[in-house]
């Protein structure tokens, strides 16, 4: 009935093959970026902006890097962490080197490093599959991990051990720092973020999104039609290790403002892990909508006693919050275990045949 | 007396002079094992240019195997292929793939998250080169490789009568259809060699009627060069030109239709013999 594609009519395969062939989805896609570019700008406070919208996006973007490589091409990562550090301490040490450079670009050179090292901790994949797969990734998160404690060139022999963002200004408006306005590094972060989402739904529909859904669905078959399995695998890894390490580095350049190694610990893999099998495995909208249950509901939730008038300890309010998102995550994964991608299609679906049952 | 009837067979072959002329593929003298266990035992064949051989024989008997050693997936120990009158070196599957050789599975191997589009889109994976930063953008090149290719497999799915699938996720749809889908993956790699590995099992008649038709007409009208093992007989001795027949790894027959089902060795291998 809402949405319906009745009367739409392909009359060529450009059109048919089109991101969004369906006028609704084109206008409901309209509408989100309308939000995000004009209306939430225009009307949201700093704090809404630097704990919620900033941080959202940039787990976003994590979140469609690992599941280029997990949800597409099927290769279990939990060293995500550890790419998004290599790619923070490389923006860190390149905007050090280069000052006077334009440090949105740094940021988005930075991905090339995490790209290298995440093909190398790539190399694996060829033999090992699935879980165990996945323990040496783990090998990747521990041992950089130990580098960004152990080396101290990479944090510039800081006292502290950790990295500071210094000042930068691009075209006259200061984006890093502390002085940087939530407003300036918002626009920076959505529009990497809409940037990098655009190009992956790009590569994910041609020839080699195909390639890494076919070594996910049917390894053997794959190769047996003439897809190399260790350039397929090694791609989707540089590819996935190249967004997440943006991510990382936007999120100390333009949320953090300082990371200590810890903050790219496996607790931040598991965090975009969890964000991925939610969100929905092989799904651009499920990254979004992972990362939005796993990072803006709880920070809603905090406010929910104060908004209602109940005078809670802060600890309690924590604690019940945990557990109310835990308690959400078991719900969710029995009502649709392929997440909130599938679930929004068969809402879609539903809406479509409204108000008749099919 | 086995062993008697197999170098008559062998001979009878040679006598016709087909084995020299024009072949697609021949094996020579292959062996494949895996530890102590003989898959397949000196097995020599050819497989001519145009024609629709068959490959039979009771279970484990090594057809299978077979497949898998033509597309490089197993490398047999001794023995050598050649493909197109050269002798070809070790070659891994997609290397196979590249030369021209595609193949469909016994239990269906689709790409189960994919519709049926993108399965036969997939075929093409060979054909297309636009590399990686042509893809990011996709307006311009990538997008025209991409309807160049979607031609023809739209081509494809007319031919095989899956136009109202199209856009079905394969995991959807019944057994007789996804076999058919697979045929088409495969014949979107425009192969010059189809190995088609029991395309026909598990169908109800009318399906093997369809599936039948849709591999004369592969043969008649693309000229693709088949090879299939099937365990229905009627339509073994009905589809094929010649037949090869393996039993515990070993050749025991070789030749047109009726010669193989005259050959005693067969129809011992087929039945049992009392000892």
Redesign the interface.
């Known amino acids: 009935m809402f949405y319906r594609e009745a009367g739409q009519f392909k009359t060529s395969y450009k059109s048919d093959q089109a991101l969004m062939p369906i006028l609704q989805d084109r206008m409901g896609l309209a509408a989100i970026l309308m939000i995000a570019f004009v209306l939430i700008p225009a009307f949201a406070n700093d704090f809404f902006l630097t704990s919620i919208m900033i941080p959202f996006l940039v787990f976003s973007l994590a979140a469609i890097g690992l599941n280029v490589l997990t949800g597409y091409c099927g290769q279990l990562s939990l060293g995500t962490g550890a790419f998004m550090g290599v790619g923070a301490y490389a923006a860190y040490k390149l905007t050090t080197i280069f000052p006077d450079a334009n440090v949105i670009l740094m940021v988005l050179v930075s991905g090339v490093f995490s790209a290298a090292i995440g093909a190398v901790f790539g190399l694996p994949s060829l033999r090992i599959k699935g879980l165990y797969l996945a323990v040496t990734t783990l090998a990747a998160q521990f041992f950089l991990e130990w580098c960004f404690i152990r080396i101290p060139w990479l944090y510039n022999y800081n006292a502290s051990g950790a990295i500071e963002i210094p000042r930068r200004e691009v075209f006259g408006v200061i984006v890093t720092g502390a002085e940087a306005t939530p407003i300036a590094r918002y626009f920076v972060v959505l529009g990497i973020t809409v940037l990098i989402a655009f190009l992956m739904a790009n590569v994910l529909r041609g020839r080699i999104g195909r390639s890494w859904m076919m070594i996910r669905d049917m390894d053997i078959a794959a190769e047996l039609m003439g897809i190399r399995p260790l350039q397929t695998k090694l791609l989707a890894f540089a590819v996935s290790s190249f967004i997440c390490g943006v991510a990382g580095a936007m999120m100390v350049f333009f949320w953090l403002n300082a990371a200590e190694p810890s903050s790219y610990s496996i607790r931040l893999s598991f965090q975009i892990l969890f964000m991925v099998i939610l969100g929905g495995l092989g799904s651009l909208s499920g990254a979004f909508m992972g990362a939005a249950f796993i990072w803006i509901l709880p920070v809603i939730l905090k406010f929910v006693p104060g908004i209602l008038g109940f005078d809670i300890a802060a600890e309690t309010v924590e604690h019940a919050t945990f557990m109310i998102i835990g308690a959400l995550i078991i719900f969710f994964l029995i009502v649709e275990p392929h997440g909130f991608a599938r679930l929004w299609q068969i809402a879609k679906q539903k809406l479509r045949v409204w108000p008749f049952p099919y | 007396m086995n062993a008697i009837v197999t170098d008559k067979t062998i001979a009878t072959a040679d006598a016709e002079g087909n084995t020299e002329r024009d072949f697609l593929l021949r094996v020579d003298n292959v062996s494949l094992s895996f530890g102590g266990v003989k898959a397949i035992t000196d097995i020599s064949f050819d497989i001519q240019k145009g024609e629709i051989r068959a490959i039979i024989g009771p279970n484990g008997a090594g057809k299978t195997s077979m497949l898998n050693v033509i ?1 490089g ?1 197993y490398h047999p120990q001794e023995g050598t292929i050649s493909w197109r009158g050269k002798v070809r070196r070790k070659m ?3 290397e ?3 030369q021209g050789i ?2 469909t ?1 016994q239990n269906v ?6 519709t049926t589009l ?1 399965n036969i ?6 054909k ?1 080169h ?1 590399n ?1 930063f042509w ?4 307006r311009g090149p ?2 025209q ?3 160049e290719h ?2 023809k497999v ?1 081509n494809i799915i007319d031919f095989l009568e899956i136009q109202a699938i199209r856009k079905t996720p394969v995991g959807r749809l019944p057994y007789g259809l996804q076999k058919r889908v697979e045929l088409g ?1 495969a014949l979107a ?1 425009e192969p010059e060699l189809l190995l088609l590995d029991e395309p026909m099992a598990g169908m109800n008649l009318e399906e093997k009627e369809d599936m039948s038709r849709f591999i004369l007409d592969v043969n008649h009208e693309f000229g693709t060069t088949i090879a299939l093992i099937e365990h229905d007989m009627g339509v073994v001795m009905d589809l094929s030109d010649r037949v090869v027949v393996l039993d515990y790894g070993k050749k025991i027959a070789d030749g047109t239709p009726e010669e193989v089902q005259a050959s005693q060795a067969v129809i011992d291998a087929y039945l049992g013999v009392s000892h």
């Open positions: 597309n997936f891994k599957p997609y196979a793939a590249s595609a193949r599975f191997a689709l790409f189960k998250g994919m993108d889109m997939s075929g093409r994976s060979l297309m636009r990686f893809q990011l953008l996709w990538a997008e490789e991409e309807i979607r031609r739209e993956r790699m």
